[in-house]
T-cell receptor, first 109, second 117 residues
Framework: GQNIDQPTEMTATEGAIVQINCTYQ??????LFWYQQHAGEAPTFLSY??LDGLEEKGRFSSFLSRSKGYSYLLLKELQMKDSASYLC??????????WGAGTKLIIKP | GAVVSQHPSRVICKSGTSVKIECRSL??????MFWYRQFPKQSLMLMAT?????????EQGVEKDKFLINHASLTLSTLTVTSAHPEDSSFYIC?????????????FGSGTQLSVL
């Protein structure tokens, strides 16, 4: 079956670094996405990885290991506005997005 | 980035009534739109894929007669929840894909919180 696993909730301190992990099992693979979703709002696109390695985009970086079925989202210099849910999604062989349940990130001062 | 407008943002209705949710791409043409529902602390669940001018493709387990989808133009798709019941209460989100691009060009509406009494 298809499955996406990510932690339910994480807590971090303002100014610190946090890594949110995601493991996936899908029928075929056409890329791994990370989205940010604030409560009651729509998800917004953060990153897309299809090749192994680290993609850096400002304070946010995303890593992919296809052989391990593993990705992480790294957030640096955390700000209070980063408090949100972070959704991991894998695109399968039919180009359908399989979504994880999301990781709620709580930032404390 | 591109904007997808979803309306209404919140609706409360009585059991047995029908509710229509609109999803509009404001500054691009969306040949494909997607409808999701999301329960608290759970992932987005794809309900159906809507292509302009053709019938929607529903995911397994989603009742097409209950969740009517119409994608009449390149900028508008509607989801009608017919004869709504309390178990239909959920957060419904639409997304639209800009052109034939990859999923980096997938933009989401702001969602509709449906509460059925």
């Amino acid at each position: 079956g298809q499955n996406i696993d990510q932690p339910t909730e994480m807590t971090a301190t303002e100014g610190a670094i946090v890594q949110i992990n995601c493991t996936y099992q899908t029928s075929g693979f056409n890329g791994l996405f990370w989205y940010q979703q604030h409560a009651g709002e729509a998800p917004t696109f953060l990153s897309y990885n299809v090749l192994d390695g680290l993609e850096e985009k400002g304070r946010f970086s995303s890593f992919l290991s296809r052989s391990k079925g593993y990705s992480y989202l790294l957030l640096k210099e955390l700000q209070m506005k980063d408090s949100a849910s972070y959704l991991c999604a894998s695109m399968d062989s039919n180009y359908q997005l399989i979504w994880g349940a999301g990781t709620k990130l709580i930032i404390k001062p | 980035g591109a904007v997808v407008s979803q309306h209404p943002s919140r609706v409360i209705c009585k059991s047995g009534t029908s509710v229509k949710i609109e999803c509009r791409s404001l500054d691009f043409q969306a040949t494909t739109m997607f409808w999701y529902r999301q329960f608290p602390k759970q992932s987005l669940m794809l309900m159906a894929t809507s292509n302009e001018g053709s019938k929607a493709t529903y995911e397994q387990g989603v009742e097409k007669d209950k969740f009517l989808i119409n994608h009449a133009s390149l900028t508008l798709s509607t989801l009608t929840v017919t004869s709504a019941h309390p178990e239909d209460s959920s957060f419904y989100i639409c997304s639209a894909r800009e052109g034939a691009g990859g999923y980096e060009k997938l933009f989401f509406g702001s969602g509709t919180q449906l509460s059925v009494l």
